[in-house]
C-alpha cells in the first residue's frame, strides 16, 4: 500500500566534499525560482517535535496542498546580496564577505541563516537579488516557514550546481532552521515541502527519518478533497509557546500531556490504515479523536474562539474538523459530506474568517529558470 523512501540517517553528513558546486567567482547569469507546497497535517503533529520522537518514536501523516512557498534569486552585479522575505518591510542587505561572522537576526533571520550555512558549506555566493513569500499569511499553521526554508535551500543549491536529493534539501533546511537558529518546531513540514504528496512520516528514536508515500485510490482522494473545506481564522498565531509546551509533556514523567501525544501518534497510525482503505467515516472519527488528545498536550492548542467556530461547524453537519499546525489560531480544516459543504462555508463565514479553496498535490519542491 506504501512506497517506502530510503531512511534517512542524520549520521549522513551533507558536505560539499561529495559535491560538485559551482566554480567559485562564477556569476549567476539567469534568474531561477523555486517552489514548494504547503502542507495540512491530518495527525500525528507533536510527535515529530525530536524532544518526543526521540524518545518515543514519532509518525506523521500529512498531505500537501495548492498552496506554495516561493524564491526567486536574480543576478545582481554590485558584489552585493539583497533578501526581501514576504512584505517590503523584511529586507536586508550584505556583503557575501560577511556572511562567515553574521549573527542571523530580525525579520530576515531565516534567510540570513540559509545563506551563512551555504556559504560556509559551499564557499563563496554569486551577488543576487534573493525574494521569497509564501500564499500563507504567517502562523498560518500551513508550515510557511519551514516551506520558505526547503525552496530557498532548493534555489540556491540549483544556482550552486549542487545535487541534493529531497532527503537532502529536507534535512538541510531542518538544521538550519531548528539546530542552527534555534527556532521551534517539529520536522515533518521540511518533509512535506520537499516531497509532496499525501505521506506518513516515521522519526526514529536514533534521529532517522523515513518518508512513505501512500497509495491512495484516486476516488478516496476525490472525495476527501471535495470534503475539505480549509478555513482561516484571521488570526496569526505564535507556535513557539505550544510546541515548548509539548516538549516539556515529552521530557516530564508520565503526565497526562505525554499520555496524549501518545494518543496522538495511536490516531495517526489508525488514519493511515482508513485512508489506505477508503474508509473515510473512520479516518473522520480518528481525526476527532486526535484533536481531543491534542488539546490535552498542551493547555493554549485551543480557545473559546475556536471551540465556538468548531461546534457551530459540526452543528451545521461537518464530519470532523482539526486545527492545522500547532494551535491557537491559523487555519482549521473541516470535513463535510460534498453536498452539504455550501451551509458549513455560509456560517463560517458568517464568523468572519476566509474559506481558502485548495486541491491537493502530488508534487515537492520544484525549480526553474527564467529568460529575461
Same mark, same amino acid.
Given at each position: 500500500?506504501?512506497?517506502?523512501?530510503?531512511?534517512?540517517?542524520?549520521?549522513?553528513?551533507?558536505?560539499?566534499?561529495?559535491?560538485?558546486?559551482?566554480?567559485?567567482?562564477?556569476?549567476?547569469?539567469?534568474?531561477?525560482?523555486?517552489?514548494?507546497?504547503?502542507?495540512?497535517?491530518?495527525?500525528?503533529?507533536?510527535?515529530?517535535?525530536?524532544?518526543?520522537?526521540?524518545?518515543?518514536?514519532?509518525?506523521?501523516?500529512?498531505?500537501?496542498?495548492?498552496?506554495?512557498?516561493?524564491?526567486?534569486?536574480?543576478?545582481?552585479?554590485?558584489?552585493?546580496?539583497?533578501?526581501?522575505?514576504?512584505?517590503?518591510?523584511?529586507?536586508?542587505?550584505?556583503?557575501?564577505?560577511?556572511?562567515?561572522?553574521?549573527?542571523?537576526?530580525?525579520?530576515?533571520?531565516?534567510?540570513?541563516?540559509?545563506?551563512?550555512?551555504?556559504?560556509?558549506?559551499?564557499?563563496?555566493?554569486?551577488?543576487?537579488?534573493?525574494?521569497?513569500?509564501?500564499?500563507?499569511?504567517?502562523?498560518?499553521?500551513?508550515?510557511?516557514?519551514?516551506?520558505?526554508?526547503?525552496?530557498?535551500?532548493?534555489?540556491?543549491?540549483?544556482?550552486?550546481?549542487?545535487?541534493?536529493?529531497?532527503?537532502?534539501?529536507?534535512?538541510?533546511?531542518?538544521?538550519?532552521?531548528?539546530?542552527?537558529?534555534?527556532?521551534?518546531?517539529?520536522?515533518?513540514?521540511?518533509?512535506?515541502?520537499?516531497?509532496?504528496?499525501?505521506?506518513?512520516?516515521?522519526?526514529?528514536?536514533?534521529?532517522?527519518?523515513?518518508?512513505?508515500?501512500?497509495?491512495?485510490?484516486?476516488?478516496?482522494?476525490?472525495?476527501?478533497?471535495?470534503?475539505?473545506?480549509?478555513?482561516?481564522?484571521?488570526?496569526?498565531?505564535?507556535?513557539?509557546?505550544?510546541?515548548?509546551?509539548?516538549?516539556?509533556? =515529552?521530557? %516530564?514523567?508520565?503526565?497526562? @500531556?505525554? &499520555?496524549? /501525544?501518545?494518543?496522538?501518534?495511536? *490516531? !495517526?497510525? $489508525?488514519?493511515?490504515?482508513?485512508?489506505?482503505?477508503?474508509?473515510?467515516?473512520?479516518?473522520?472519527?480518528?481525526?476527532?479523536?486526535?484533536?481531543?488528545?491534542?488539546?490535552?498536550? =498542551?493547555? %493554549?492548542?485551543?480557545?473559546? @474562539?475556536? &471551540?465556538? /467556530?468548531?461546534?457551530?461547524?459540526? *452543528? !451545521?453537519? $461537518?464530519?470532523?474538523?482539526?486545527?492545522?499546525?500547532?494551535?491557537?489560531?491559523?487555519?482549521?480544516?473541516?470535513?463535510?459530506?460534498?453536498?452539504?459543504?455550501?451551509?458549513?462555508?455560509?456560517?463560517?463565514?458568517?464568523?468572519?474568517?476566509?474559506?481558502?479553496?485548495?486541491?491537493?498535490?502530488?508534487?515537492?519542491?520544484?525549480?526553474?529558470?527564467?529568460?529575461?
Amino acid at each position: 500500500a506504501t512506497t517506502r523512501k530510503p531512511c534517512e540517517r542524520p549520521t549522513r553528513p551533507i558536505h560539499p566534499s561529495a559535491t560538485t558546486p559551482r566554480p567559485m567567482g562564477d556569476a549567476l547569469v539567469q534568474t531561477r525560482r523555486a517552489r514548494a507546497p504547503l502542507r495540512l497535517g491530518f495527525g500525528g503533529g507533536g510527535t515529530d517535535v525530536p524532544a518526543y520522537s526521540s524518545r518515543y518514536g514519532g509518525c506523521v501523516l500529512n498531505a500537501t496542498i495548492s498552496m506554495y512557498a516561493y524564491a526567486s534569486v536574480a543576478p545582481r552585479a554590485d558584489g552585493r546580496i539583497g533578501i526581501r522575505l514576504g512584505s517590503l518591510q523584511h529586507r536586508a542587505e550584505l556583503a557575501p564577505a560577511d556572511l562567515a561572522e553574521l549573527e542571523p537576526r530580525g525579520s530576515t533571520a531565516l534567510v540570513e541563516g540559509i545563506l551563512r550555512r551555504f556559504a560556509r558549506d559551499y564557499g563563496p555566493l554569486p551577488s543576487m537579488d534573493l525574494a521569497a513569500w509564501s500564499d500563507a499569511p504567517p502562523g498560518s499553521g500551513l508550515g510557511s516557514s519551514s516551506t520558505i526554508a526547503v525552496v530557498i535551500c532548493t534555489v540556491l543549491a540549483e544556482i550552486l550546481r549542487i545535487p541534493l536529493g529531497e532527503y537532502d534539501v529536507a534535512r538541510l533546511a531542518y538544521e538550519i532552521e531548528r539546530v542552527e537558529l534555534g527556532m521551534s518546531g517539529g520536522q515533518q513540514d521540511q518533509y512535506a515541502a520537499a516531497f509532496g504528496g499525501v505521506n506518513f512520516m516515521e522519526f526514529h528514536e536514533d534521529g532517522g527519518v523515513l518518508v512513505n508515500p501512500l497509495r491512495i485510490k484516486s476516488s478516496v482522494l476525490s472525495e476527501l478533497e471535495s470534503s475539505l473545506i480549509l478555513y482561516y481564522t484571521g488570526v496569526s498565531r505564535d507556535s513557539a509557546k505550544i510546541i515548548e509546551d509539548q516538549i516539556s509533556a =515529552a521530557v %516530564s514523567t508520565p503526565s497526562r @500531556s505525554l &499520555e496524549a /501525544l501518545h494518543r496522538i501518534k495511536q *490516531e !495517526a497510525v $489508525a488514519m493511515k490504515k482508513h485512508l489506505l482503505r477508503g474508509d473515510l467515516a473512520s479516518f473522520y472519527e480518528a481525526i476527532n479523536a486526535g484533536w481531543l488528545a491534542k488539546k490535552q498536550s =498542551a493547555h %493554549s492548542i485551543s480557545n473559546s @474562539s475556536i &471551540e465556538n /467556530l468548531l461546534s457551530g461547524a459540526m *452543528e !451545521a453537519g $461537518a464530519l470532523a474538523a482539526k486545527l492545522s499546525g500547532a494551535g491557537g489560531g491559523g487555519f482549521i480544516m473541516f470535513f463535510a459530506r460534498p453536498e452539504e459543504r455550501s451551509s458549513i462555508v455560509e456560517r463560517l463565514l458568517s464568523s468572519g474568517g476566509q474559506v481558502y479553496p485548495v486541491s491537493f498535490t502530488g508534487t515537492g519542491a520544484q525549480h526553474w529558470g527564467v529568460n529575461h
